[in-house]
């Protein structure tokens, strides 16, 4: 009978985990701490929602296999990720207080939902994440865990273990782990829908980013002219070249504009947790469609149209950014959002200049700004002025009323 030793027994024990791997700071500590400290055994999985090159994939793995983790695999969701979710942030013109298009918060609540999937297919007892006790994201991957897989246990070593940037750079650098480390001083988190940039300058009230922190270099100086076609209310071309996906359309504005440095900026909210948050982003294709979008939109829908999109939106945005993409009520508020989109079909042409973008105007079929029907300010084709008298002393009625009724009594 064959002699087994210790190390088949150890191995028989130790505890499969999933670990939501993007080769950061964060991550890498992780897979180390849960593999060679912990004793689990980590199978690494990076939820690509666009953001990474072949080349960028390929180091990432080489980093987490000499992690001693017993496997890395890539899940590529970035069509997904559009569909059910890039596409109503767009038909909703979906900016957090105004400004951040979501970049990182709505990728968060897919990566989590593919997450729960995977550990499921495997069989893994327990699920991993680098998030903070901070941020968002712990509250995003625990509420959709909890959901999909609620008897899973949840593993979070940064948040446990209180550790700050520079304890995790020490103990990386004290296990021998090799990456660029200057860098790491800033958390990025990439996608097609934007990059977050996270680092010193954003934990004060009073800092911005250096140029170096931002991952896209500004480099174009010349005004280039950028036209953009949808089609009821998504991304169909680009400069007169159509898509069969908008992934790629989205890809190709990215590609024209973030060399201009255009899309930057400091997002100030507040947090799931209650306390005040700030984080760089660089978003230039998510701002130049959202806004390209919207301005389509106002020649395209009614004034009604407009208003109950625009208060319904900003809950929708809301929720998805507090984790709740879950919740039925997503689904009820995205068919009202894609039933508004029917007559949103035109093109936008904009100007892209160095950290700017200019919206010039758009054509469309559906423009309800028809000179047919009078212009504004000038001329108008379907009602007299005597309609207009009428009309104005009973739109007023209830208003004279009121101030005829209250003054009469103060006098």
Known sequence: MPIIGMGFYKKLKMKKTVLAYSGGLDTTFCALHLSKDLGYEVHAVLINTGGFSADEL??????????????????????????????????????????????????????????????????????????TGAGNDQVRFDMIF????????????????????????????????SMNFEKAAYSINKGIWGTSVGGKETLSSNQTLPESAWPIQASKTKSEELIIGFE????????????????????????????????????????????????GF???????????????????????????????????????????????????????????QEFVTGSVKLILHPFRFQLVGIESGHDLMASKFGSYGEMNKGYTGEDVKGFTRILGNQTAIFHQVNHHEED
Request: no cysteine; net charge neutral; proline share 3%.
């Open 58 to 131: 390929q180091a990432v793995e080489s980093r987490a296999k000499s992690l001693g983790i017993a496997s890395f695999t890539v899940l590529d969701v970035t069509k997904t990720y559009y569909e059910e979710v890039i596409k109503y942030l767009v038909f909703g013109n979906v900016l957090k207080n105004q400004t951040y298009p979501l970049s990182v918060s709505a990728e968060r609540i897919l990566q989590a939902k593919t997450l729960a999937e995977y550990a499921k297919k495997i069989g893994a007892k327990s699920i991993a994440h680098g998030s």
């Open 146 to 177: 909890q959901t999909i897989i609620p008897d899973i246990e949840i593993i979070t070593p940064i948040r446990d273990l209180k550790l700050s940037r520079e304890e995790e750079i020490a103990y990386l650098k004290k296990h021998g782990v």
């Open 282 to 340: 660089e978003a230039a294709a998510a701002l130049i469609i959202i806004k390209s979008h919207q301005l389509l939109e106002k020649h395209t829908l009614t004034k009604w149209q407009t208003f109950w999109k625009n208060q319904l939106s900003e809950f929708y945005g809301n929720h998805l950014h507090e984790g709740h993409y879950l919740d039925p009520v997503m689904r009820n508020l995205e068919a009202f959002l894609e039933s508004t």
């Open 232 to 279: 009821k209310g998504e991304i169909k071309s680009v400069n007169g070249e159509t898509f069969k996906n908008p992934v790629d359309a989205i890809l190709k504005v990215h590609e024209l504009a973030s060399p201009f440095g255009i899309g930057r900026d400091i997002h100030v909210g507040d947090t799931i947790i209650g306390i005040k948050g700030r984080v």
